[in-house]
Each structure stands twice: as C-alpha cells, then as structure tokens.
T-cell receptor, first 114, second 121 residues
C-alpha cells in the first residue's frame, strides 16, 4: 500500500527566510511524487513532480524538492519565502505502472510572517 | 496550460434536494476524471474515478447511489449529490487527465478544477 505523511500540519516562517515542508512516503513500488499548492477556496496547482528522473526537482515559483530514496522523503524547499506563498501544501504519492490514483498527505498550512 | 472548469463554484441547497456539479476540460480531452471530497482543513479524499463511456469506479465507503457520476463525453463529467443532507456539505474537487486534443498527443498530466463548495441547509 502507498501512503504519505506530512510531518507538520502548520509551518510559520518570516518573509525572506527559507521554507522547509517535510514529506515522507511509503510505497511498495517506485513512486511518483508531487507537491500541490492550494490557496483558500481554490483548486490545486501543481508545484513540481518526481517521476524517476533527476532526484532534485525544480518547480514553479522558486520551489524545489529532493527525492531521497534512502530516507523515503520528498521535502519541499524554497530559499526565500514570499507573502504570496501563504497557502496549503499537499504532498502526493502515486504508483508508477499506470496507477492513476493519487494519495494525498494531510497538508501543511504555510503562514508567512511579514 | 490546460484548464479544468467546475460549475457551480458555490451552491447552497435545501436538505433533500439534488445538486449537480459539472467538471469540464476546456482545451483537452479527458478519458479519465477523478472526483475528490475535501472537508474543512483536511486533505482530499478520492471518491471515484470517472471513465468516459463507462461506469464510474467508486472508492470503498462511497455510496454510488448517493453520488451519481456521469462521464458522457471526453470533456465533461458530472457529479450529482442526490437527496443531499447537511453532512454532504463539503468542498468537491475534480481532476482530469490530459488524453490529448483531437489529432494531438497526450501529455498524461493531471489538472485540477477550482472546486465546488456545497452547503446543505
């Protein structure tokens, strides 16, 4: 079975400081991993995805994530937080081999302190 | 990029009535669409997988007679909440997998709609 754990339900950082949102996964097969962002009352926007290519994945808005198989982690980082980054972030796992079902983490709410 | 449109974005209805939510892929064909439910401050839970021209596949615990899904065309899937009750109040989100445009290649990417908030009084 596949699962994903977001270790922090809420993260607060000051504007201009680094962001780290943690995610660990469990998958019996080679996983595809995604980070999505959701702004209030909005749908989800894909930030980045890992699909067995480069382990360091660069996404939109300056975000990146590193796939570490030994640690079963896929943490999301950004060097410098911006006020517009305040949102809910979901780490998502999917099997490869055509399994289209996504399993969502419980989300991390990112608050940016001015 | 590709756009998935949901309508309505907000709906309030009386208990016992039925509500239909539409999910459209605006510039690509989607043979597969997914319906999710999101409770306040919680994650998304997959309700069902909708396949064009065939019956939807429901996740365990989701009542298929309560949540009717129709995927009659390559660009439209609908979710009907029948005989809605206050406990059905939720944020419903659809996603669609890009199967390509007519004569074009498929990217296989998954795109999400902006969600539909249902409030049942």
């Amino acid at each position: 079975a596949q699962s994903v754990t977001q270790l922090d339900s809420h993260v607060s950082v000051s504007e201009g400081t680094p962001v780290l949102l943690r995610c660990n996964y469990s998958s019996s097969y080679s996983p595809s991993l995604f980070w999505y962002v959701q702004h209030p009352n909005k749908g989800l926007q894909l930030l980045l995805k890992y699909t067995s290519a480069a382990t360091l994945v660069k996404g939109i808005n300056g975000f990146e994530a590193e796939f570490k198989k030994s640690e079963t982690s896929f943490h999301l980082t950004k060097p410098s937080a911006h006020m517009s980054d305040a949102a809910e972030y979901f780490c998502v796992v999917s099997f490869n081999f055509g399994n289209e079902k996504l399993t969502f983490g419980t989300g991390t709410r990112l608050t940016i302190i001015p | 990029g590709a756009v998935v449109s949901q309508h309505p974005s907000w709906v309030i209805c009386k208990s016992g009535t039925s509500v239909k939510i539409e999910c459209r892929s605006l510039d690509f064909q989607a043979t597969t669409m997914f319906w999710y439910r999101q409770f306040p401050k919680q994650s998304l839970m997959l309700m069902a997988t909708s396949n064009e021209g065939s019956k939807a596949t429901y996740e365990q615990g989701v009542e298929k007679d309560k949540f009717l899904i129709n995927h009659a065309s390559l660009t439209l899937s609908t979710l009907t909440v029948t005989s809605a009750h206050p406990e059905d109040s939720s944020f419903y989100i659809c996603s669609a997998r890009d199967a390509g445009t007519s004569g074009g290649a498929s990217t296989g990417e998954l795109f999400f709609g902006e969600g539909s908030r249902l409030t049942v009084l």
